[in-house]
């Protein structure tokens, strides 16, 4: 199956850095979304986007179909933005694939 | 607007035991519906889907079942827990493939 790669695993910011996550995928996709996994589990959409640039507030997302990658941009990060960042997608038919994770810890 | 809702939110079972995991959607018709399991804290991988009543697909071998007895019912079922079962559980529910997913709060499952 595809392989999806996000880096880095790990991040440590300040409040108010900003911060870029990547997703890698070895396959091309029709699906691609970024979520949010709260500290209580709470996976949270941030991104449907299989391709181009949206933005939203001090988040904004680019994904490069062609070049099999996604961007995640964290901006002014608040202590609210901790958790595990996810990109998932669907090369074709009906299976999502996960990523590993990005875990973002914002220290005040 | 739509929300997907999933109980019970934690749960405690031994080795061996029955398992009945719930999750219902409202405000949408004929979802897709999707089972998955993240264990220590990262990687979800997808259990289940269905994309109708009746309708299930199993995406790996396992000890758990799903059923789809409602067009806006999915739960997941073991008739004997083991440890290995233990994680954090996810329902979703999308319009069709290649749309947008959206998840409910989870299930963790601790199987002792």
Sequence with gaps: GIQVEQSPPDLILQEGANSTLRCNFSDSVNNLQWFHQNPWGQLINLFYIPSGTKQNGRLSATTVATERYSLLYISSSQTTDSGVYFCAVEPTGNQFYFGTGTSLTVIP | ?112
């Design chain 2, 1 to 112: 607007s739509q929300t997907i809702h999933q109980w019970p939110a934690t749960l405690v079972q031994p080795v061996g035991s029955p398992l009945s995991l719930e999750c219902t959607v409202e405000g949408t018709s004929n979802p897709n519906l999707y089972w998955y399991r993240q264990a220590a804290g990262r990687g979800l991988q997808l259990l289940f889907y269905s994309v109708g009543i009746g309708q299930i697909s199993s995406e790996v071998p396992q000890n758990l079942s799903a059923s789809r007895p409602q067009d806006r019912q999915f739960i997941l079922s073991s008739k004997k827990l083991l440890l290995s079962d233990s994680g954090f559980y996810l329902c979703a529910w999308s319009v069709g493939f290649s749309y947008e997913q959206y998840f409910g709060p989870g299930t963790r499952l601790t199987v002792t």
